[in-house]
């Protein structure tokens, strides 16, 4: 059995009132129209502030506290109080992006408890990020997100202990369905959580064998049938171009197949996930050096996408879903492929190398084209870290969205993106694009032949050669896969960008 390195435990569940919580902190999360020249305003809210001893009362007539987007004022309770202190949260004024503010507010919380050493956390209050249940999700995958954190792999006996103890987060106070959206934000919160463990760590822990191993174990478990491929049998199938960039790599490639095929389908729906585990550049190596600094992150496409059917899986979402990664790495050996090399693909078409650090593309014209010719799936979403020019377009804020041979695909994934609060952003996919990257010796070649022009367009438009006509979607997640600077995600780190998105359209697709 693989085993992932272990996290902080923490659950969330739902409370009628903050009283006979036993709490280290009762949360009070506020906006500012909660408040009104030092007074509050709702007999709800002045309820809560009876429990409490007045110490919110006494906060927001101070001017310690005016709900300002996340600030936060803290003080101890009186004895007779439910809590041993209150921590009041801000939640501001504005009303966009509502999702990505809950979670935001979340990590808040999370990173604001977890320096009082708190092991039970009671949330309450009149703010509108917990007049939903959708929002109270968010919220709670933003309490697990801030919570997570990659263990070092050598611990101090007193951060072990830390480690291990669990966190208790109560939600009290609201509408009496927040219970079973508790529940699904558990499973959404359990594989954003293995999709970052995976994401951070170390490439020769994560490896090609790791990354398939654990998700074949956590894809069993949901019920899911699952089939892996090993180098040999890629070979002997026609993978001949994710073989040749996994050729100088001592560390066997894998292609992972997950189906999830409920018994109430009329639909099908492919994720095809990037998978490089490490990406060296191969022969056009990366320079300096330090430009391989995170290159662990290329394989995040993989880790959204098998997280994700995992989670539809327990969901029960009435679609078929196959999740489909290709998983290898870009080393420099005698046998990597070079510039120049042509490379035949298993739909037959061929490929020019121009760029060896053009692997991804590479790896997917396979992983596509099987998925198109063998899964048959209706709809094709593919996610990967594809191009340095996706962060030049939209930074580290958002994903770029190309579709393909459908009218109502586009629109589906940024309604689904909006609903959970995951930027994305349609990108042009203009006929002109394709010339780019029509080959003289092969079919096409692996960059276009004018240097930096719509780079992200390019690749997105080699992808599409390998999908059949059907509709497909091209989601480039460079700039989020880590480093996410976007509103409710955490930042530097990894952060599972993808998986929600992913549950998203499969739901919509199963609705249309």
């Given amino acids: ?64 506290f005016e709900g300002k987007w996340l600030s936060t004022a ?76 990659y263990p070092n792999s050598n611990l101090t006996a007193e951060a072990r202990k830390e480690l291990e103890t669990p966190v208790e987060f109560k939600v009290a106070g609201t509408q009496s369905n927040v219970e079973a959206h508790l529940k699904q934000a558990a499973i959404v919160a359990d594989s954003i ?60 490639a894998q292609f992972v197949v997950f189906e999830y095929a409920p018994t109430n389908a009329k639909k099908s729906l492919a994720f095809v996930g990037k998978g490089l585990t490490m990406d060296t550049g191969g022969y056009s190596i990366k320079t300096p050096s330090t430009h391989q600094v995170g290159m662990k992150y290329d394989m995040s496409g993989a880790a959204v996408t098998l997280n994700a059917v995992v989670a539809i899986a327990k969901l029960q979402l009435p679609i078929r879903v196959f999740g489909v990664a290709a998983l290898c790495e870009n080393m420099v050996d005698a046998h990597a492929y070079r510039v120049g090399d042509v490379l035949t693909t298993y739909n037959g078409k061929t490929i020019e190398v121009l760029n060896t650090d053009a692997e991804g593309r590479i790896v997917l014209s396979d992983a596509l084209a099987y998925t198109a010719k063998d899964l048959k799936a209706d709809t094709i979403i593919e996610y990967s870290t594809l191009t340095g020019a996706m962060i030049t377009s939209l930074g580290h804020l958002g994903a770029g969205v190309f579709a393909f041979n459908s009218d109502t695909l586009e629109k589906t994934v940024v309604n689904a993106a909006q609903q959970v609060g995951e930027r994305v952003w349609p990108m042009p996919t203009w006929e002109e694009i394709g010339e780019d990257i029509k080959g003289t010796i092969a079919d096409v070649t692996n960059i276009g032949a004018t240097a930096g022009a719509a780079g992200s367009s390019v690749g997105a438009m080699f ?21 996410n600077m976007a509103l409710g995600f955490p930042r530097k780190i990894s952060s599972g960008y993808g998986v929600q998105l992913s549950i998203e359209i499969a739901r919509a697709l199963s609705l249309n």
């Fill in 1 to 64: 059995m693989t085993t992932l390195p272990p996290v902080k435990p923490v659950t969330v569940s739902a409370a009628n009132t903050i009283a006979n919580q036993s709490a280290d902190v009762v949360v009070v999360v506020l906006d500012e129209t909660d408040l009104e020249q030092g007074k509050i305003k709702s007999t709800e809210l002045q309820n809560i502030d009876s429990q409490l001893g007045g110490a919110v009362a006494a906060l927001v007539a101070l001017k310690d």
């Fill in 74 to 149: 803290v003080t101890l309770c009186p004895v007779n109080a439910v809590a041993k202190r209150v921590l009041l949260v801000g939640g501001g004024k504005k009303t966009d992006e509502k999702p990505a503010r809950a979670r935001q507010l979340g990590l808040k919380i999370a990173e604001e408890t977890a320096r009082f050493k708190s092991v039970k956390v009671t949330l309450c209050g009149t703010s509108t990020f917990l007049s939903t249940g959708e929002l109270v999700s968010q919220m709670t995958l933003g309490l697990r997100m801030g919570c997570y954190k």
């Fill in 193 to 252: 959580e293995t999709c970052r463990l995976l994401q951070d760590a170390p490439p020769n822990v994560a490896t090609p064998a790791y990354v398939a191993s654990v998700m074949s174990e956590k894809a069993r478990a949901a019920g899911l049938s699952v089939q892996v491929y090993g180098g040999e049998k890629l070979r002997q199938m026609g993978f001949g171009a994710m073989m040749a960039v996994a050729g100088g790599s001592a560390n066997d």
């Fill in 463 to 483: 992808l599409k050669e390998f999908v059949e006509n059907k509709p497909y979607c091209h989601v480039d997640i460079a700039g989020v896969a880590n480093g």
